[in-house]
């Protein structure tokens, strides 16, 4: 075991399958041999081998909680929702008092968007000392709609390191007056995030003082005009308050609400217009949001599903994607279908341009959502498995965006073809109206 355990502490993930393997043929009859074997496995993102070995280990041992609780994490992670959710209620049942079973139990309701039913998990988990509870606990809450409860525990990010400690200048920011004197908002998060939270900044100046916000170089042409002073991320700032960002909505937001929107600047909408011009329908195209996000993989998908689904007659397309998956554009046999806006796009302030010549954006889950419902611009999102908080449960529309639709994947196994199949049909209602 500890060979074992030093190889996946190095991801060393293939030796490791093939010794856990080894110790399975050695001690067939020892249940702790097909777990070991089940959680490389999953380990190595083979999610369905993993199934099988946690269950040959339950056939030989059924009253091991904490095989039950591996086996309803592999379920999850196959968007078997039902059988995992019963697995993890097995696990907690055998486990007793054990807070690893019923934030398990818990994230797994969450991965069903079971908000509702994992919250007494999390609290549960909570009280068990469980360190991950609280942040998912809130995050619960949110998506629940409880935003008054959720936000207040929403400050926990900071308070358990999820947000990287770092000096900061002065006493934390209340929400109340502060002429005379200068706060500095940090920066925290994806691009996303910082974008839901632009349209606070008007009623942060309405409070007297002067605003300095940290931005990445994408985002600081887009907050410049809403504050005094842009300044790149961890800049050393004389101030006399601070404030993270993501805790903005909690001193303006109690409940959902729509925000102002935001316009876009008339030299980028020129720059922009002679790439965006002709007949028909507009419509831009993101099918990825960063690769670097680790459950990126929920919700990104592939360009051919956005070609395959949105040609339309009638309808033109232009891409929006950056990064990475800008690739599968000048790859893919049908690229001239799609006009490639990403080398005009210098960074966000460039996007909110196109968005605003553009009649529609349809996309999956990234910041140029935030970005196009900040801006009040018609956009479709596409929602994977378990998505932010932010979209809340059981929706079709936005209260945060109100030109904003939203288009869910059904419960259960990853499955975008009814997603596409709906979002198809009413974009060729709406090219032909």
Same mark, same amino acid.
């Given at each position: 075991m500890e060979r074992l355990e030093a190889l996946l502490k190095e991801s060393r993930l293939e030796e490791a399958v093939t010794l856990a393997a080894e110790s399975v043929r050695a001690a067939p009859r020892d249940p702790e041999t097909h777990n070991a074997l089940g959680v490389v496995l999953a380990r190595a993102g083979r999610y369905p081998e993993a199934e099988r070995c946690y269950r040959a280990a339950l056939r030989l041992d059924p009253g091991r909680g904490a095989?039950?609780?591996n086996l309803g994490n592999t379920l999850t992670a196959q968007g078997l929702d039902a059988t995992a959710v019963a697995a993890q209620r097995r696990a907690v049942a055998l486990q007793g008092q054990n807070g690893t079973a019923f934030y398990n139990l818990a994230t797994t309701l969450t991965r069903a968007e079971r908000h509702e039913e994992a919250i007494? /998990?999390?609290?549960?988990?909570?009280?068990?000392?469980? #360190?991950?509870a609280a942040w998912n606990l809130a995050r619960a809450r949110l998506a629940a709609g409880d935003l008054r409860r959720g936000f207040a525990e929403y400050e926990c990010r900071i308070t358990t390191g999820l947000v990287p400690d770092r000096p900061r200048p002065g006493a934390r920011w209340d929400g109340s007056r502060f002429e005379g004197r200068t706060l500095l908002l940090l920066t925290e998060q994806g691009f996303g995030d910082t974008i839901w939270i632009l349209r606070y900044l008007p009623w942060v100046r309405e409070r007297g003082?002067?605003? @300095?916000? /940290?931005?990445? #170089?994408e985002l600081a042409a887009l907050v410049a005009p809403l504050v005094n002073e842009v300044v790149a991320p961890g800049a050393e700032v004389a101030a006399d308050l601070h404030l993270h960002v993501c805790s903005l909505p909690g001193l303006f937001s109690p409940?959902?609400?729509?925000?102002?929107?935001? #316009?876009p600047e008339e030299a980028r909408?020129?720059?922009?217009?002679p790439h965006i011009v002709g007949p028909g329908l507009k419509v831009g195209i993101i099918w990825s949001g960063s690769v670097t996000f680790g459950s990126n993989h929920w919700r990104a998908v592939t360009l051919g599903r956005f070609l395959d689904a949105?040609?339309? #007659?009638g309808v033109r397309l232009f891409s929006l994607q950056k990064g990475p998956p800008e690739? /599968?554009?000048?790859?893919?046999k049908m690229r001239g279908a799609v006009t490639d806006l990403a080398p005009h796009l210098r960074d966000f302030a460039d996007t909110a341009a196109a968005l605003t010549l553009l009649d529609? @954006?349809?996309m999956t889950d990234s910041a140029v959502a935030h970005l196009a419902g900040t801006m009040n611009r018609p956009v479709w999102v596409l929602l994977g498995r378990a998505p932010h908080w932010l979209w809340l449960t059981g929706r079709e529309d936005c209260p945060w965006y109100p030109s904003m639709r939203l288009f869910r994947m059904a419960p259960g196994p990853l499955a975008w073809d009814g997603v596409f199949d709906r979002a198809s049909a009413a974009l060729l209602e709406r090219a032909g109206s």
């Open positions: 095989i039950w609780s007494p /998990e999390y609290e549960a988990a909570l009280r068990l000392g469980h #360190p991950q003082g002067r605003v @300095v916000m /940290e931005a990445k #170089p409940h959902v609400a729509p925000l102002p929107a935001l #316009p909408l020129e720059r922009l217009r949105f040609q339309w #007659p690739a /599968e554009l000048a790859q893919h529609l @954006v349809i």
